[in-house]
């Protein structure tokens, strides 16, 4: 059998990535116990994952496309904002989810010993259920206009990985926080709305005046978003200011797990 050796002495902040290896199993276990009890019990299970990007689609399209008519360089709309919402809905269900993962888990983590960053981790991974669905979404969008992706396109896979990031980055941040912190579990929500809109999901970072462009590119999707619309639908050269934004949620992702490897020598005892 093997043991395990909880050491009160260690001070590393970082995680014992071995150790998270060897939990892989409960990994596993709660991100499929979350997505099966997300749509448990409704009536149409897993179709709430294709109804809620396409009404958000819609909503977004309507406003932005119909009434304030943003400027899309030709692009249908509907494929415009898809791409957008594609990698903003990952990163919005994530912090969502992930913030209250920990206090949701206060039980288990009484009880028993793990290491306690496999919670809001597993919440990344059933996450990823709705951010393939959007893609898919995306997919049929784009095969109904014939619409054909830049040759950018073979840059997708890195800017899936950078979206990943993202959400992983503002998860595990906003879960230590709200372990130690129960108002962050009223404030991601208010995060999150004011996000969407300051975040090019429905309309394009050009039409920010570029004085104020720096400042807008601190926030980190803003960089994920553009660079998943460059891939589709861009131009030879990206953002520049782009490559701010990654930086930032370079930054915030160290930070998240730094904080979170503090958080978790405390977390029995705070919750």
Same mark, same amino acid.
């Given at each position: 059998?093997?043991?395990?050796?909880?050491?009160?002495? +260690? +001070?590393?902040?970082?995680?014992?990535?071995?150790?998270?290896?060897?939990?892989?199993?409960?990994?596993? %276990?709660?991100?499929?116990?979350?997505?099966?009890?997300?749509?448990?019990?409704t009536?149409?299970?897993? =179709?709430?994952?294709?109804?809620?990007?396409?009404?958000?689609?819609?909503?977004? %399209?309507?406003?932005?496309?119909?009434?304030?008519?943003?400027?899309?360089?030709g692009?249908?709309?509907?494929?415009?904002?898809?791409?957008?919402?594609?990698?903003?809905?990952?990163?919005?269900?994530?912090?969502?989810?992930?913030?209250?993962?920990?206090?949701?888990?206060?039980n288990?983590?009484?009880?028993?010993?793990?290491?306690?960053?496999?919670? $809001? /981790? +597993?919440?990344? &991974?059933?996450?990823?259920?709705?951010?393939?669905? =959007? /893609?898919?979404?995306?997919?049929?969008?784009?095969?109904? @206009?014939?619409?054909?992706?830049?040759?950018? #396109?073979?840059?997708?896979?890195?800017?899936?990985? &950078?979206?990943?990031?993202?959400?992983?980055?503002?998860? &595990?941040?906003? %879960?230590?926080?709200?372990?130690?912190?129960?108002?962050?579990?009223?404030?991601?929500?208010? &995060?999150?709305?004011?996000?969407?809109?300051? =975040?090019?999901?429905? @309309?394009?970072?050009? %039409?920010? $005046?570029e004085q104020?462009?720096?400042? @807008?590119?601190?926030? $980190?999707?803003?960089?994920?978003?553009?660079g998943?619309?460059?891939?589709?639908?861009?131009? +030879?050269?990206?953002?520049?200011?782009?490559?701010?934004?990654?930086?930032?949620?370079?930054?915030?992702?160290?930070?998240?797990?730094?904080?979170?490897?503090? #958080?978790d020598?405390?977390?029995?005892?705070?919750?």
């Open positions: 059998m093997e043991k395990t050796i909880i050491k009160a002495e +260690s +001070s590393s902040w970082l995680p014992d990535f071995g150790e998270l290896y060897r939990f892989r199993q409960l990994l596993f %276990s709660l991100a499929w116990r979350d997505i099966r009890v997300k749509y448990a019990q009536y149409i299970g897993l =179709t709430w994952a294709f109804i809620n990007p396409i009404f958000n689609l819609l909503i977004l %399209s309507f406003v932005f496309g119909k009434v304030v008519q943003v400027e899309t360089n692009v249908p709309h509907v494929f415009f904002t898809i791409i957008g919402l594609s990698a903003w809905t990952y990163f919005s269900t994530l912090l969502n989810e992930a913030g209250t993962s920990i206090i949701g888990a206060q288990m983590i009484k009880k028993i010993y793990f290491p306690r960053l496999v919670i $809001p /981790l +597993s919440k990344a &991974i059933s996450g990823l259920v709705d951010f393939f669905i =959007t /893609l898919l979404c995306l997919f049929f969008i784009m095969a109904y @206009y014939q619409y054909y992706p830049s040759k950018n #396109v073979i840059w997708l896979p890195l800017f899936l990985i &950078i979206a990943l990031l993202s959400g992983l980055a503002g998860g &595990i941040l906003i %879960s230590a926080l709200s372990a130690r912190y129960r108002d962050f579990s009223f404030v991601v929500p208010m &995060i999150s709305r004011i996000g969407l809109f300051a =975040t090019p999901v429905a @309309y394009s970072a050009s %039409s920010v $005046p104020y462009k720096l400042l @807008y590119f601190l926030n $980190p999707m803003a960089g994920v978003v553009e998943f619309r460059w891939c589709l639908i861009g131009s +030879s050269s990206p953002e520049p200011y782009m490559f701010i934004s990654i930086g930032i949620m370079l930054i915030l992702l160290i930070v998240g797990i730094l904080y979170f490897g503090r #958080v020598r405390l977390m029995a005892d705070i919750l």
